[in-house]
């Protein structure tokens, strides 16, 4: 018995923000954005495309492929650094959206690793209660996070969310397992404060503001080795050769750290699925959205192994391995 993916989809805003129109509002060009990090556009959520909005849209269009009923859920979990509420959570608001009446719901935190994080935890969920069908979804409205006067960082992020129906399956069908880290001693590197404290003994000095802070070139090579030595582990576990692979899914932060990982890997490009070029870095959602693409374009066949794997804030990062 597997814990299957039963269906993809994903959501993303209206607005596409070009790299031109950022030029507009910071000192940056289209050609420095697109040689640093391969990215072209990146989307932006509007009136009716908060956090919740995006993940209802694509969660409804995994059930649409998936032809499992909202109210046959019973757990929805929700990856997200950019809920519209810190509470209830996004998941709470998903919930209600689709009417999945008897299903519980929380959010997960753990940055751009969010959605491996949740997939692992779903699987495990499956794994000891096969009647189960779950939600997971990555859904981010970063633009709300974002400090639109930071050039490190505002070209980076996009808005967006994806979504998985998972449930199990007979056969060798599924996730196969999973590898997750976590080091929170680098957590400066990139992290994002709350509002300030209403308690005065816990008030910061100076609020820096609800926004991602990123030293991104320390990021960068965290990042590469990190994701790396994931995979090299999770391979290692599962006795799976990086040759029986047949698309890599990564989570899309820069095409420069994702070409880096395939010489480091020594793997073809072609088995690497990027599309950070149209959505930017959509940090938890960035996974979901792609594995949405990649299915909808058949690059993905029925039997294929599929490999994920993040890299985020925390630091997190992990990869995770699906029969199809
Ligand atoms: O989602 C998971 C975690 N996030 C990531 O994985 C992101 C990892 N990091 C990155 O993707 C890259 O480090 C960035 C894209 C953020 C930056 O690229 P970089 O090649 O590491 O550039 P840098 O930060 O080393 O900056 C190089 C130069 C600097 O100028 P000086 O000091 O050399 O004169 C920056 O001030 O580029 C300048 N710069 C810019 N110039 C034009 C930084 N941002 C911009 C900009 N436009 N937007």
């Known amino acids: 018995m597997g814990t299957a993916i039963l269906g993809t989809g994903a959501y993303l805003p209206e607005r596409v ?11 940056t060009s289209d050609e420095w954005i697109q040689t640093r990090t391969g990215i072209r556009t990146r989307c932006i959520g509007g009136k009716g495309e ?100 930071d050039r490190n960082t505002c070209i980076i992020f996009g808005d967006g969310a994806g979504a998985v129906v998972l449930g199990a399956v007979e056969g060798d069908r ?12 680098l957590w400066s590197l990139l992290h994002m404060h709350t509002a300030p404290s209403c308690n005065p003994e816990l008030l910061q000095s100076a609020s820096p503001g609800v926004h991602i802070v990123m030293e991104g070139r320390e990021v960068f090579k965290y990042a590469v080795k990190a994701m790396e ?22 989570h899309q932060a820069n095409v420069r750290i994702l070409n880096k990982l395939v010489e480091r890997l020594g793997i073809g490009a072609e088995k690497v699925f990027i599309n950070v070029q149209k959505y930017g870095n959509t940090s938890a959602a960035s996974i979901p959205i792609a594995l949405d693409e990649a299915n909808r374009a058949s690059r993905i066949q029925a039997g294929d192994i599929v490999l994920l794997c993040s890299f985020g804030g925390g630091f997190t990062w992990g990869a995770a391995l699906i029969r199809w």
């Open 229 to 250: 030595e994931a995979i090299l582990a999770l391979l290692e576990q599962e006795q799976v050769a990086l040759d029986a692979v047949s698309l890599v899914v990564p």
């Open 174 to 185: 599924g996730v196969i397992g999973a590898r997750l880290f976590s080091d929170g001693n």
């Open 50 to 149: 908060e956090t919740y909005l995006l993940a209802a849209r694509a969660a409804v269009s995994a059930l649409e492929m998936a032809g499992v009923s909202a109210v046959d859920i019973d757990l929805i979990v929700v990856a997200t650094i950019s809920s519209h509420m810190l509470m209830p959570s996004c998941a709470c608001f998903v919930q209600k959206e689709i009417g999945a009446s008897k299903a519980f719901a929380y959010d997960i935190n753990a940055a751009c690793s969010g959605f491996v994080y949740a997939l692992d935890l779903a699987d495990k969920y499956i794994q000891a209660d096969p009647g189960k069908k779950i939600l997971v979804i990555g859904a981010e409205a970063l633009s709300s996070r974002t400090n639109w006067e």
């Open 17 to 27: 923000m070009t790299n031109q129109d950022l030029e507009k509002i910071i000192d």
